[in-house]
């Protein structure tokens, strides 16, 4: 099982947070997602590349810091 971390921009909130727990919940091959709204992290667990993960954050509205 693989673990990416993403640095993600622009949640400020608690409804940022669950937005964006739920854009990567579903992509396929995402089993688990914990989103930080301190950190500004999202611990994402699952078989997927990292590029899909970004495209659903960017989706939803914020940013991925490389």
């Known amino acids: 099982m693989n673990q990416t971390i993403l640095k993600v921009e622009g949640m400020t909130c608690n ?3 669950m937005r964006a727990e739920k854009a990567l919940l579903g992509v396929n091959g995402v089993e ?5 709204l301190v950190s500004k ?3 994402v667990t699952g078989d997927v ?3 899909k993960l970004v495209s ?4 939803a509205g914020y940013s991925v810091i490389d």
């Open 49 to 51: 590349e990292r590029s």
């Open 15 to 17: 409804h940022c947070k």
């Open 41 to 43: 992290e999202a611990i």
């Open 56 to 59: 659903a954050i960017e989706k």
């Open 32 to 36: 688990k997602v914990i989103v930080d």
